[in-house]
T-cell receptor, first 121, second 120 residues
Framework: AQKITQTQPGMFVQEKEAVTLDCTYD???????LFWYKQPSSGEMIFLIY??????QNATEGRYSLNFQKARKSANLVISASQLGDSAMYFC??????????????????FGKGTKLSVKP | DADVTQTPRNRITKTGKRIMLECSQT?????MYWYRQDPGLGLQLIYYSFDVKDINKGEISDGYSVSRQAQAKFSLSLESAIPNQTALYFC???????????????????FGPGTRLTVT
């Protein structure tokens, strides 16, 4: 079963507007982490933001914020004031397992299939 | 200099050839990973290593092998390359850091620039 679902293969947004990229996840663990990565056309993977399942507040990093709704198992990325340089693929990822447990497969990321964001001038 | 480097950055090889992709990191992390990305898809885990003596298969390890020569070096080999192994390959590292007694980054992974491999 797919653990990370990104339902928007592609999205368009006007420059300077805000955009929300959807991500839903499936886990039975109580402790887990959620990540967003950006992949521009050059190919590198750039970490954007992290949300721990026990974090009480939604994570924010500059223009990026993570709308974490635990009961709905969603972790949407919000980009405010879109810029042309935001055009890229965006991947949602999840790490399952107790952060305090260093062994096993815990710590491995499971990635969604991505959303291609295009920012229009 | 980049914290995670991969060599080569691009490679074209023929079916049946053995090829090695190398990864080095200066972040001092214990955990290292190899992923592949097929066009239009997310990343799939090939192998991961928690230290030099601990190497584990990921979800798509068939046709691949790895070697962890040192904490800083993790190599991926394709013993006999086939065309459907044409993909973008990423190496990544991770670690956990704490602040105020709590884990703070959830093992955020730091990626190398990727190697574009084409098997003809």
């Amino acid at each position: 079963a797919q653990k990370i679902t990104q339902t928007q293969p592609g999205m368009f947004v006007q420059e300077k507007e805000a955009v929300t990229l959807d991500c839903t996840y499936d886990t039975s663990d109580q402790s887990y982490g959620l990540f967003w990565y950006k992949q521009p056309s050059s190919g590198e993977m750039i970490f954007l933001i992290y949300q721990g399942s026990y974090d009480e507040q939604n994570a924010t990093e500059g223009r990026y914020s993570l709308n974490f709704q635990k009961a709905r198992k969603s972790a949407n990325l919000v980009i405010s004031a879109s810029q042309l340089g935001d055009s890229a693929m965006y991947f949602c990822a999840m790490r399952e397992g107790d952060l305090w447990n260093y062994g096993g497969s815990q710590g491995n990321l499971i990635f969604g299939k991505g959303t291609k964001l295009s920012v229009k001038p | 200099d980049a914290d995670v480097t991969q060599t080569p950055r691009n490679r074209i090889t023929k079916t049946g050839k053995r090829i090695m992709l190398e990864c080095s990191q200066t972040k001092g992390h214990d955990r290292m990973y190899w992923y592949r990305q097929d066009p239009g898809l997310g990343l799939q885990l090939i192998y991961y290593s928690f230290d030099v003596k601990d190497i584990n298969k990921g979800e798509i390890s068939d046709g691949y092998s790895v070697s962890r020569q040192a904490q800083a070096k993790f190599s991926l080999s394709l013993e006999s390359a086939i065309p459907n192994q044409t993909a973008l390959y990423f190496c990544a590292t991770s670690d956990l850091w704490f602040a105020q007694g709590r884990p703070r980054n959830g093992y955020e992974q730091y990626f190398g620039p990727g190697t574009r491999l084409t098997v003809t």
